[in-house]
């Protein structure tokens, strides 16, 4: 199996469309038809099946998607490290993994104090939702993740080392001018009519076990396709939604937030793995350590509760 091939089924599973996947790797649409087939053919089974918006892995499609990514992330590192090491400059590149709200928030400060420590240092930053990260750290492909135990938690693993940094506070997105703009914390009745989207099944059970404790009924009628796509939609007045306390630096100038009363919380969390740590690893814990405790910090000053 050449990685070309594989990189084309990758890139297909990403986009959801042959058409688009053609596009990006600079081929003909009938060209990625005919890698996905002759993959399927050596594999003997389909990956990919066609619906009415384009295309998506198949359960052994996503099964072999997996796998492929870590194949292929580790083989643009042995190429980079080649490289470094014919020119002299080789060191260990630092690969961190991250939710996507932690991406967008701490993790960024972590990564701007620990190069200011250390200098000049080969890294990557890798969006991902916990499950997929904590594969992805057990597989080598990861140095750090930076994980919640939003629903359905983290596993059990000898294999990883769990360092808590703290719980997060979610809170409510609402568009600006929003009738709650401005207020905080309120309890979850206060936006009783609503109707919210959300972005992934671990914030959608976080939001139905806070409505169940209140006696709220709500209603989450839109499904996001990530956590910008949650955002634009709050922003532009189709729905509200529960975000993590973490974002509140970091969302769009035409979104707010608003603290709730007795607020459903998750877990941060930094994994590393227990063997063989990039020697920057204990660095950069305490810096995300540190830019945690400002965030909640600057949560504990701003007490109207607004973003």
Known sequence: MELDVWRTFVTVCRLGSLSAAAAELHHTQSAVSRQI?????????????RHARGVRATPAGEVFRRHALTTLNEADRAVRSVRDAADGTYGRPLAVGA??????????????????????????????????????????DLDIAAVTDA??????????????????????????????????????????????TEDND???????????????????DITAADLPGKLALVATGHAIALIPGVLRRAVRADVTTVTLVGPPTRGIY?????RDPHPCTAALLD??????????SDRTEDGDGTG
């Open 270 to 274: 930094a994994l590393t793995p227990r």
């Open 37 to 49: 087939a002759g993959l399927e053919r050596e594999l003997g089974v389909a990956l990919v099946e």
């Open 287 to 296: 810096h995300l350590d540190s830019a945690f405790r400002a965030v909640r």
């Open 151 to 196: 629903p359905p938690g983290l596993p059990q693993d000898s294999r990883v080392e769990r360092h808590f940094l703290g719980l997060d506070d979610m809170v409510v997105a609402v568009p600006a001018g929003h009738p709650q703009a401005g207020r905080g914390p309120v309890p979850l009745r206060a936006f009783a009519g609503a109707t919210w």
């Open 99 to 140: 939710t996507p709200s932690l991406a967008a928030g701490i993790v960024p400060e972590a990564l701007r104090a620990l190069l200011r420590g250390t200098g000049p240092l080969r890294w990557t930053l890798l969006p991902g939702l916990s499950a997929s990260l904590h594969q992805r750290l057990i597989s080598g």
């Open 202 to 220: 671990g914030s959608a059970a976080l939001l139905r076990q806070h409505a169940a404790r209140t006696g709220v009924d709500i209603a989450i």
